[in-house]
């Protein structure tokens, strides 16, 4: 996958919702999404971190972005459907989601993590891509091809010590994605997938290995290619799968 080679108007037309637009994965793909012809709905807290990615695309000649700033951890039914609402007032359609925004405070044995912190890391990790993937799900059937991509991570598929709660919500992403394909059906027009980066030099990677030079990881830009091959229609055929961008 690493080789696929997208038409530069793979995404002309289609409106998708990055979370976590502000950095690392989400900041790389909502601009990769732009240059390959979507209108991106960017989504984090930070507002300045949003309009300097909204700026990045309309400087390159993308199509205007729309910001959503927003805090996942505090979301609830009410507003996540307001923001459905909003979208769909502004865009008019919704056609891909990708959930790239997480929670991360520090790798930590589990006898030390408490219930607050699990319950930002559930919030944040779990609750809250199910929940807006839930309020959007109106918009995203009536799309001709709708892609909904949530990030894993490498311990919720192979788990390891001190990642806890973090790794926990992580894993149930895959549920989700596993249950909500097998619902889904015969609904061809709309699939769900995991995708798991693998080590990447962000923010993250930064708190998680600490002593790891940065360049001796991939870039979010190295791993664009699998967010335009899930997003597009060239991946139309897969549905709840759970993709690895690399093999340990
Ligand atoms: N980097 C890696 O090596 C790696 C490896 C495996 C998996 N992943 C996964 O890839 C995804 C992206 O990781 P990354 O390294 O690119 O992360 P990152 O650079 O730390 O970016 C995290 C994003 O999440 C947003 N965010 C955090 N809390 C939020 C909240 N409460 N509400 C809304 N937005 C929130 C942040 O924006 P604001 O602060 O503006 O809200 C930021 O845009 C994550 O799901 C992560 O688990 C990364």
């Known amino acids: 996958m690493k080789d696929y080679l997208p038409r530069s108007d793979l995404l002309a037309g289609r409106v998708i919702l990055v ?3 502000s950095s690392g994965l989400g900041r790389a793909a909502s601009l990769a999404y732009a240059r390959h012809g979507a209108t991106v709905a960017l989504l984090a807290r930070n507002e300045a971190r949003l309009e300097a990615v909204y700026d990045e695309i309309v400087a390159a000649g993308g199509p205007e972005p729309a910001m959503f700033p927003y805090d996942l951890a505090a979301a609830d039914d009410r507003s996540m459907e307001t923001l459905a609402g909003t979208l769909l007032h502004h865009l008019k359609r919704l056609d891909g989601m990708l959930h790239s925004a997480h929670h991360f405070t520090s790798l930590t044995p589990l006898d030390l993590q408490t219930l ?12 809250a891509p199910f929940a807006l993937t839930r309020a959007c799900l109106p918009l995203l059937r009536q799309a001709p091809d709708a892609s909904v991509i949530f ?3 490498t311990h919720g598929h192979h788990p390891a010590a001190y990642w806890g709660g973090y790794a926990v919500a992580k894993s149930g992403l895959e549920t989700l994605t596993r249950i909500w394909s097998d619902e889904l059906g015969a609904e061809e027009n709309l ?3 995991t995708l798991i980066p693998g080590q990447v030099a962000t923010t ?5 290995h600490p002593g790891l030079a940065p360049e001796s990881l991939p870039s979010a830009d190295d791993l664009m ?9 060239d991946s139309r055929s897969v549905r709840g799968q759970i993709v690895e961008c690399q093999t340990r």
């Not at 607050?116 to 609750?127: A, D, H, S």
């Open 19 to 21: 979370t976590g637009a």
């Open 116 to 127: 607050e912190q699990w319950q930002t890391l559930m919030r944040v990790n779990l609750i």
């Open 151 to 153: 990030t894993g991570e």
């Open 191 to 193: 699939r769900f997938n």
């Open 204 to 208: 993250l990677r930064a708190k998680t």
């Open 225 to 233: 290619p699998w967010y335009l091959y899930l997003m597009g229609a």
